[in-house]
């Protein structure tokens, strides 16, 4: 016999039906087990609905900074059409 290893008093051990005893332990082990997993799940699930929230506000940030840049690009060509009319109608020297 090995050190650390016991042998079952009953040759057939292996065979026996678990016990009450024993069902109720792994019963018990799988309730906690799936407490933890639906508490797991729930808390991914908040933090897909806020990472979800966090995206849809970002695309309106980015749609207007898209709007400010069209704008701001079309005042700038504005502005420089202006500047070249006004040096195109000074008399030339």
């Known amino acids: 016999m090995c050190y650390g290893h016991q042998r079952s008093l009953s040759p057939n ?7 009450r005893n024993d069902n109720a ?7 906690v087990r799936l407490a ?8 991914a699930r908040a933090r897909e609905a806020e990472l979800t929230r966090r995206l849809e506000e970002m695309k309106r940030f980015v749609s207007v900074m898209e709007i400010l840049e ?3 690009k079309q005042r700038f060509r504005e ?6 009319r006004i040096f195109s ?5």
């Not at 933890?36 to 808390?43: D, F, I, V």
């Not at 502005?79 to 070249?84: I, K, L």
């Open 70 to 72: 069209c704008y701001l």
């Open 89 to 93: 109608s000074l008399p030339a020297k």
């Open 13 to 19: 051990h292996h065979l026996d039906p678990p016990s």
């Open 79 to 84: 502005q420089q059409e202006y500047v070249a």
């Open 36 to 43: 933890e997993t639906e508490a797991r799940l729930e808390r």
């Open 25 to 31: 332990l792994v019963v018990d082990n799988l309730r």
